[in-house]
């Protein structure tokens, strides 16, 4: 029910606007044509602007970025690497390093009672 409210107020909006074109009257077909979408009768020639309602027409967008905000996204971009080394090197002593040793050993030992069972009970 609210998809359909959505859709009918995006037309009547593009229809205020004059977006809709002059040649698809609104719910200008006979009823028997209309489709049901909730409670609202859509007329089938709006498919189409319902279909092309992300075009840009009269042109192309083109999307800039002026120096103002290069300013603020180049050095966050920059330094990203940086600041992450920075954050992540402090955990290296105290956790990281002491981690890798326990796998290596936990892994050793799994890996000397894996050989002992072969060499008893195989």
Known sequence: MASSRIFVQHLGARARAGLLSLSAPRLGAPKFERKMLGSYPVAPEFEMVWRDRLTAH?????????????????????????????KCSGYALPWIWPGLITFGLLKKMHHDVEEDIRDHYW
Request: hydrophobic share 40%; charged share 5%.
């Open 58 to 86: 009269g042109g192309y967008i083109q999307q800039t970025i002026s120096p103002y905000q290069l300013k603020f996204i180049y050095p966050f971009w920059h330094t990203f690497a940086a600041r992450c080394w920075a």
